[in-house]
């Protein structure tokens, strides 16, 4: 009797052991893996490299981005330079797209997955103004964590992976880029902080330790030094101000400044203007653009 349990139980074991290879495939590509690998790219001879140009038309207003000197420029506003990080990102998503997952292919509903003048539209193009890729991003999935989007010259709406509007479309942080000062924080060997109520001067020692020469001569804190020199070495603006006469903004002659001075004796000075809500009007000395900081991050470099 136990030999005959014994026996039905193995069979069962192994009917169900076949069930699994079936039905799960453990040893093969599921259905998914060959559809994402069979899958085309949407387009087939786009190459990164080789766009100079690109035309993003959000909300009725259009963007021009153009490539010169291997540098990204805003040419729609006065050739300010662009946030390369950020074009470089739309150029990888473009050269990702592939025909995975079919969506629609009525024209009727691209409204609705706003693949159409309702989305974001881009064009990119080559030095000759020949188009390499134009499509339209719509909106995210059910799930939000994808979106729609459609080649311009095709009525097949598919996903792609990501919330892609904001790759595309920047919106009010706009393509510019947002930096104001990019340096190495080590190579700073002299801080002068200038405020309505007093001047400090700090300089650094042979032994690598951060000294107070005015208004006291004293020893400074390095932890405070080095966590202003983090926000200072890597400032980016809050926004960007319209380019008005410097008196306007204060910025004339400032009453508050920072100034780092760095190892190979160059300079990198903040001048810091008129207060205006919850933010300061600043300007980098050597530069014409005037930027817009909250007074929280105004506060982490004017120290007392």
């Known amino acids: 009797m136990k030999t005959k349990q014994l026996l039905v139980l193995v069979s069962i074991l192994v009917v169900l052991g076949l069930l699994v290879l079936i039905l799960e495939n453990p040893f093969g590509k599921s259905e998914r893996e060959k559809k994402i690998e069979g899958a085309k790219p949407m387009f087939p001879s786009f190459q990164k490299e080789q766009v100079s140009k690109i035309e993003i038309t959000a909300t009725g207003q259009t963007t021009t981005l153009v490539k010169q000197n291997d540098q990204w420029l805003v040419a729609s506003m006065e050739d300010y330079p662009a946030d390369g990080e950020a074009v470089e990102e739309l150029l990888d998503r473009v050269a990702e797209f592939k025909t995975t997952q079919l969506a629609s292919t009525n024209p009727e509903k691209q409204s609705r997955f706003q693949v159409d003048a309702s989305g974001v539209e881009a064009r990119l193009m ?4 020949n188009t390499l890729a134009h499509l339209f991003v719509g909106k995210t999935t059910p799930d939000v964590f994808n979106s729609y989007i ?13 919330y892609l509007k904001s790759v595309f479309d920047r919106g009010y942080r706009t393509w510019k880029d947002r930096t104001i000062f990019d340096f190495n924080k080590g190579d700073v060997t002299q801080l002068a902080i200038k405020s ?49 006469e410097l008196a306007e903004y204060e910025l004339d002659a400032p009453k508050s400044s920072i100034s780092a001075t760095l190892n190979d004796d160059s300079m990198r000075t903040l ?3 008129k207060e205006e809500g919850s933010r300061r009007y600043v300007k980098r000395e050597d530069k014409d653009q005037i930027f817009m900081l909250n007074n929280s991050r105004i506060n982490q470099l004017i120290k007392k």
Not at 126 to 129: A, E, L, N, R, V
Not at 150 to 162: E, I, L, P, Q, T
């Open 196 to 244: 309505e109520d007093e001047e400090l001067e700090l300089r650094i020692d042979a032994e690598s330790k951060w000294q107070m020469l005015k208004p006291i001569a004293s020893a400074a804190k390095g932890a405070d030094v080095e966590s202003l020199l983090d926000t200072f070495s890597a400032l980016e603006t809050d926004d960007f101000a319209e380019a008005k």
């Open 126 to 129: 080559d030095s000759g103004d």
């Open 271 to 273: 001048l810091i203007g």
């Open 150 to 162: 459609r080649a311009a010259n095709s009525d097949n709406v598919y996903v792609a992976k990501g």
